[in-house]
Structure formats: structure tokens, C-alpha cells
């Protein structure tokens, strides 16, 4: 997906299905949760047959989507009483590739008049037979990850006056960076702060219209790629907050980590991690395991390389409690993780971003002046 | 460029003439330079009509390539008692585009008959004038920065038992990364020890004639790759030498040179610097300069970093003196340098490799076990 220029309209109005088949209730249906919970078109069933008959509410708490239907099929979602007119690829496989068995299902929705709405590495404009089909039919199939930009590197560029931007870092992959992202922004918006959310991946994309899917370019263009969607972020508000990737300690995508820290040069960064997790979710060999990074350390080494390009802090550690049920232990472990990184920590998906937006606000002002 | 499985032969031989317009003298012509000195192919002449007449030996120091003609136009190259078969692409621009006012130039040579090779990100068969021109030939068009290696993300791989793995690392671009590794690679095997090369750049693969062009791989599989070709480089040799790209604090080009770390997981790291450079080679804003790092603290800085995914220690430092003439001046940086960072140090491209080799090998061997 290109960068669309800032100010452009958000995604026109669609009625999605979202496959996430065999996937509900696991960390890899993260997209069709995040276009649940923080997009704007309306969802009208989730297709997953290991879960059918259900609903969103049995899986997730997401406000506003807990009872759309969990359907076995396509057919199922063709006849309820208000159809479908896209769908949305809800997965995000290892290496982002589309699984065999769902191909007869997207040729089947653009037969039915469906648009396809994909984020996988895999671009569906590349298959000829649902080219062919989509044309046969008068559907469009969009590759959000297809990276459409510029091919430029980075040239140094500076932010603009009065600007702050804000990026998120990890602890491992899918642990709520964008998320946290998102309710931060909100969090400034209801404070009537001038803010924006740069989406560097495909799930970002989906819900905010534009956005790079950084992980999708060549590598020599990911820091010149970040330099010029931040650019676009400024041009949508002060406090631009930029959805993180990866971790800088990952074995397979540490270095995309790196090229949203050194192509955004971000003034500040708030850490994402997700307690109970002890090691990164990678488990091709099967002797071998990554364990994740104490995070005192962890915060010393973002600081340090970011600024061997810009100097910026971690000014705050944002959890993910979802793996403690009792809210009394998530709260003790906010309590304990502020305690031992000496920073302002706490869950803004799960207890609202409001905290953790005033801690931002006030550290990232004192740092930038 | 595909990597090609180990074992297979060189290049098949071509008779080159590389054209170099306007950049001999400069560090732009750093491709041209690293396949006069490293490549076994024969080289007729360099075009370079800013500096015609002219013969190589006049702009570097290449043992054998002194007296390669320096001529000023494809047309004097063609008319030389040997004329060439193809012609190779010997400059490097930021962000890899052809010139304009080049494409007439290959428009000539494929008219002539001559292949072309080419390492710029904009691909020659990609360019339907250059394409059809080739066809009505019958010549060949070389990308070598094209991947077609599969596109995987890291696994985590472990190496193979016995087998020491070496990355070059650096203050900057083209400060000599790529040459250091391959003096030592010259070094070990002249020693009698098993070693080989892991060409990572399109010069690197232009020698080699096998390589993954990772600053051309899209950023979700560069570990992937590296890991991948790593281990192929390691069915060719026990040391296996790895060509460095980037440096760890360069604006643009830090997450390459971090997925070179964390994808080939070396057991050592020699960092390349070219003392006399003050600031990257980065001068997109006129306003703006990237001072280069100290070196005690970065290579700090790369252990840390490198030891996030699997621990790596800096056991060298590779210095190109390039910019002092005087051979006492050049000694006397060297010695400091020692110095200042506790590691052995010299210039094994000025000064031969044997030195650095020996004490890489020790300190390897004593730190592997």
C-alpha cells in the first residue's frame, strides 16, 4: 500500500467477512482481531469452522464486536441478512504466505462479488487465476502489504517545529505495539491533543487507510520508507505515534526493529511486553529457544543504539496482562515492572491508555523541551 | 542473484570492460575497483571518458591491473587488439539507479554483442528497451542484485561443528569491508586452512559468482538469507568469511547491517574503519552531518547488540589507510589504534593480511574452544 497523502478520506465503507480459519483464539488471528477492535467498517461474521457456532465475545473482549457471529464458511456468511461485500485475509502466517486451502474459498468470494482485502507477502495480484477471476467478476483484490512507495533511502531528515514522535517497541513480536499505539492516540485525541498513528504494518494499513508495510520493502529503502511516512504523520498531527515491529533481540526480524528506530528517529520510545511470556514465540528447530530479554537491559540497549543515529529514551513500558486472568495480579505486575525499569508502566488496552498518555506526554515534553 | 550451490564453478570467463564514467578516482567506483583487484575475470578497459587516456594504475594500486587502459568511450574499448564480450557496470550510486545518460552506452554494447553485467537496484531486465535489444542479439543480461533465493525468514540455525564464522563490520560504507574479507579469506587458505567467502554486495558476487544482494531482499527475509548462504559457505570452507555491508550508526543503511549480524550469528566480528573519515558519507541535507562513532564504544555496541540473538566479540579492527600516503604515518595509526582498543589491528590490503589472519585465527580459536 502506498502512503496515501495525509487528509485523504478513511477506507470507503465495506461490509467484511474476515477469515481466520483455525485461528481464533491464537495470537496469529492478531489482524482480524485488530480490525475488530479498532477499525471502522462494519464486520458482519468471522469465518473459523474449527470454532463455528460462536461469537467474537467468546474469544476476545472487543467492545462494540462481541456478538458478530463465528461462521463455518463463506456460504454462511453469503446468507445472513446482511451479506458480506468484502473480505479481509485475518491471519499473519510465518512468511506471510497463503495457506492452499483458502484459495478455493477467495475465488468463491469473488465469485460471489466479494472484494479481497489481503496483508500477506503473497499478493493476491500475482495469482493468476484470482486476477482472472477478479476481473471475471468486477471485484478488486487489495495487497496492503504490496509496497507501492518511493524507492528512496533515507536522507537524514530532521522533524518538523513542535513535533514528537512516539515509537513503539518490543519485546517480541505480537505483543500489542500497535495496539498500544492506537490507544495512546486515542488517549491525546480525547485530551485534545493534535495526534496521528503511523502504520508500518499490514494490520495497521487495514484499519488506518495508509501507512508502509515495512517489512514488505527492500532493505536498503526501510529507513528511507520510515523517514518519509513519518513526515506524513507530522503533516496529521503533533504527537505521532508509530506502530512498532518486531523486536531488537528477534533471530528473524530484529533488523526491520532497527530500521523503524533509525528511520524514525523517534524522540522517545514506549516498550511493549507481555508478561508470562518467557520466549519468543519461534519454534522452528526443535532443540532451540530464544528466551526474551530481562528489561532493564533491554531498555539501555534501545537507548543506545537509536542513538548511535538520534538520541531517544524509553519513557514508558506499556503490558499486555492478557495471560493473567485476575486483575488484581495484572495490577501487581504493572506495579512491579514500573518498580524495576524506574518508569511509568501500566496495561492501556485493558485499563484504559489515559495513564500511561500522561506519563508519555509530560516525559516526552520534559526530554524535548 | 540466485546463490548458487557450493562447489560449482567460477564465473564462466568473460573478456570485461567496466564502465566507471566519471567516478574513477572516487569511492563510487569501488565495484570497478573490487573486480580489477579481486575478480579473476579479464578486464580489456575501464570507460571513463573524465579521465581518458589514462590506465588504471594511475587512480589505485592493483597488483596486475596497472596497465589496463582507461579509454573514453565504449567505441575505443571495442577497438582494442582484444575487444571485450561484456561489460560490467562498475559504479555503486546511492539507492543503485542507472544514469540516464548511460542507457545509450548499453544500447551500444548490446548492438555489439556484449553481455551485460549489472549490480545497480534498478534491474536491466526490467527496462523493455534494454530487454529487446538483448533479445535481438543474443546477449545476456546480468542482475546480480536480483534475489531469487527463496524467500524465507530466519530459523534460528546452529553451525555446523568445527566451523568458525567471521563478519566484517564497519565504521561506514566503502571503507573496505569487503576487501578485508577477502584478504583474510587469501590469508587462511595460504596458511593451509579450509576458508571461504560469503559474498553479501553485488561486487562481493560479481567475484565470487555466487551471494545473496541483501540490501535488495525485502527486510522480513534478509536473517532468512544470510542464515541461508552462511550455510552454504560454510559447506565451502571451516573459516568462513563474511562480507560486511553498512555500518551499525549509518542513517540509512543500519538495518542491513543488523540483519547481517543477527542472520549470520558469527562467532567473531572484525570492524573496518578508514581513520581520517570524520563523518558518514551521507550529505542529503546541507545543513546536516553524521559524526562517525569512537571506536572503543562501538564495538562495545556491537557485542551487545550481537549478543541479543547469539553472542559475537570484535576480535580485530581492519584499518584502510588509504588516506595517509606516508607508509610511517600509516604504521604509527595502526599502533594507536592497537592502542586504543586492546585488539590487534593493521591494513591488510596495504600490508598484507598475514598478521591479521594469524591473530583472528588465535583469538577465535581461543574464544570458540
Redesign the interface.
Known amino acids: 500500500m502506498d502512503p496515501h497523502p495525509p487528509g485523504t478520506a478513511a477506507p470507503e465503507r465495506q461490509r467484511l467477512v474476515i477469515l481466520a480459519e483455525g485461528a481464533l483464539g491464537d495470537h496469529s488471528a492478531k489482524t482480524a482481531y485488530g480490525v475488530l477492535r479498532y477499525g471502522s467498517r462494519d464486520v458482519v461474521a468471522v469465518i473459523d469452522s474449527t470454532k463455528a457456532p460462536a461469537v467474537v465475545g467468546d474469544f476476545r473482549d472487543i467492545p462494540g464486536r462481541l456478538d458478530v457471529p463465528v461462521v463455518a464458511s463463506l456460504e454462511a456468511a453469503l446468507a445472513l441478512p446482511q451479506p458480506p461485500d468484502a473480505l479481509l485475509i485475518g491471519i499473519a502466517p ?3 504466505r497463503l495457506p492452499d486451502a483458502w484459495k478455493g474459498i477467495l475465488l468463491s468470494a469473488i465469485e460471489h462479488g466479494l472484494d479481497i482485502i489481503s496483508g500477506l ?1 503473497t499478493f493476491l495480484a500475482d495469482d493468476p487465476d484470482l486476477v482472472a477471476a477478479a476481473a471475471a467478476h468486477g471485484v478488486a483484490l487489495q495487497d496492503v502489504r504490496r509496497p507501492t512507495g518511493p ?8 522533524h518538523g517545529p513542535g513535533k514528537r514522535v512516539i515509537l513503539a517497541v518490543g519485546t517480541d513480536c505480537a505483543v500489542g505495539k500497535m495496539s498500544v499505539m492506537l490507544e495512546l492516540r486515542r488517549a491525546a485525541l480525547a485530551d485534545g491533543v493534535s495526534a496521528s498513528f503511523v502504520a508500518t504494518g499490514q494490520t495497521g494499513i487495514m484499519i488506518e487507510g495508509w501507512g508502509a508495510p ?7 529503502f ?3 520508507a520510515m523517514e518519509r511516512i513519518v513526515e506524513q504523520g507530522e503533516q496529521l498531527g503533533d504527537w505521532v505515534m508509530v506502530e512498532g515491529q518486531g523486536s ?9 526493529t ?2 523503524l528506530i ?2 524514525a528517529t523517534p524522540h522517545a520510545m514506549v516498550l511493549v511486553h507481555k508478561p508470562g511470556l518467557l520466549d519468543h514465540d ?1 519454534d ?2 526443535p532443540d ?1 529457544t ?1 528466551p526474551l ?1 530481562p528489561l532493564p537491559g533491554f531498555i539501555d ?1 534501545h537507548e ?2 537509536a542513538s ?2 538520534a538520541p531517544a529514551k524509553v519513557v514508558a513500558v506499556a503490558l499486555n496482562t492478557s495471560l493473567y486472568a485476575d486483575e488484581t495480579d495484572a495490577r501487581r505486575i504493572i506495579e512491579q515492572t514500573a518498580a524495576e525499569t524506574g518508569l511509568p508502566c501500566d496495561d492501556p488496552y485493558r485499563f484504559g491508555p489515559e495513564r500511561l498518555w500522561a506519563a508519555v506526554r509530560e516525559r516526552v515534553d520534559t526530554l524535548v523541551g
Open positions: 510465518t512468511g506471510g507477502h524507492r528512496t533511502t533515507a536522507v537524514g531528515r530532521r515495512v517489512d514488505a520493502i527492500v532493505s536498503d526501510v529507513q528511507g531488537l533481540d528477534h533471530p528473524a526480524y530484529s533488523s526491520v532497527l530500521g533509525h528511520g519461534f522452528h528447530l532451540r530464544f530479554a540497549l543506545r543504539i548511535a543515529v
